[in-house]
């Protein structure tokens, strides 16, 4: 993987349960890592769901693979320029080389 190749800016985020003042369970998603990446654009489509229309956004990152990170899962978040995507594949590249994230993103993310 090449350094030039990674031109953006990711934060990893990782789900924290906690319960506020009401004894409720909120969660806080917290920054476990900002690496670089490539981004690779997958698809732009637009869907009808529950008779209200949206664009869903489908992207791919490459980035370095650490152990930090290894156990990457849907249950993570990622953020890039201040928009959150959810994480729906994770899988180490090239044996312990890369990894490779599969994101989409988040509905209610204002469109860049």
Do not use: C, H
Request: glycine share 4%; proline share 4%.
């Amino acid at each position: 993987m090449r350094a030039g190749t990674l031109d953006r800016q990711l934060t990893l985020l990782r789900a924290s349960p906690s319960t506020d003042a009401m004894n409720e369970t909120v969660i806080a998603w917290l920054p476990l890592a900002t690496v670089r990446a490539k981004r690779l654009d997958l698809s732009d489509t637009q869907k009808v769901q529950a008779a209200q229309a949206g664009i869903v956004m489908s992207v791919r990152y490459e980035i370095r693979w650490s152990q930090l990170w290894a156990d990457l899962s849907p249950l993570d978040r990622l953020e890039e320029a201040g928009r959150q995507f959810d994480i729906v594949g994770a899988k180490e590249i090239q044996r312990r080389r890369g990894f490779e994230i599969t994101a989409v993103a988040r509905p209610d993310q204002p469109t860049a």
